[in-house]
């Protein structure tokens, strides 16, 4: 069983929609992170967090830590948020979960 | 401020040849990391560089060679290239443990025939 496991792994969605991206771990950790990769490749963080929740314009992430679970919510989506959004967990080092793959279309 | 640059960005290797991937971050960061990513699979760790002097062999790290040069640069050589080693290759910097996010690279796609 992976450490972190994200769900779905592909998701698509009408411009406009609310997205939620889950994300379950099974280790302690001191945070949190989602990432997002574009198509081209580069891989860009969006949020760290250890605890509550993170605001940053359409994007949210919650983390419970007594679940062991985050989410990211992307709200009123849009085409140019098509990407791989992935989790990774730790301290000192990252492990990541494989990635969920939106497309969202006009 | 560049951040993290990672050279080259493409390259094919034939079975047996020898690379050295060249990062370096401008952010001070102490620690410097090189991931590979696999279809399919999450980034997996190769190599990480607590700090300039150190470091540590990650999840993968058969057939890799690091240098942590100074702080700012950390290289990755392959010394006998495999086909097996066809992926992309990140490198990252952090200060992770003062609550600072990741910072990744372009990526280079490696190819072994």
């Known amino acids: 069983k992976n450490e972190v496991e994200q769900s779905p792994q592909n998701l698509t969605a009408q411009e406009g929609e609310f997205i939620t991206i889950n994300c379950s771990y099974s280790?302690?950790?001191?945070?949190l992170h989602w990432l997002q990769q574009h198509p081209g490749g580069g891989i860009v963080s969006l949020f760290m967090?250890?605890?509550g929740k993170k605001k940053h314009g359409r994007l949210i992430a919650t983390i419970n830590i007594q679940e062991k679970h985050s989410s990211l919510h992307i709200t009123a989506s849009h085409p140019r948020d098509s990407a791989v959004y992935i989790c990774?967990?730790?301290?000192?080092?990252?492990?990541f979960g494989t990635g969920t793959r939106l497309q969202v279309f006009p | 401020n560049a951040g993290v640059t990672q050279t080259p960005k493409f390259q094919v290797l034939k079975t047996g040849q020898s690379m050295t991937l060249q990062c370096a971050q401008d952010m001070n960061h102490n620690s410097m990391y090189w991931y590979r990513q696999d279809p399919g699979m999450g980034l997996r760790l190769i190599y990480y560089s607590a700090s300039e002097g150190t470091t540590d062999k990650g999840e993968v790290p058969n057939g890799y060679n690091v240098s942590r040069l100074n702080k700012r640069e950390f290289s990755l050589r392959l010394e006998s290239a495999a086909p097996s080693q066809t992926s992309v290759y990140f490198c990252?910097?952090?200060?992770?443990?003062?609550?600072?996010?990741?910072?990744f690279g372009q990526g280079t796609r490696l190819t072994v025939v």
């Open positions: 990774a967990v730790g301290s000192d080092k990252l492990i």
């Open positions: 967090l250890s605890s």
């Open positions: 280790v302690g950790i001191s945070a």
């Open positions: 990252a910097s952090s200060e992770l443990a003062r609550g600072r996010g990741a910072f």
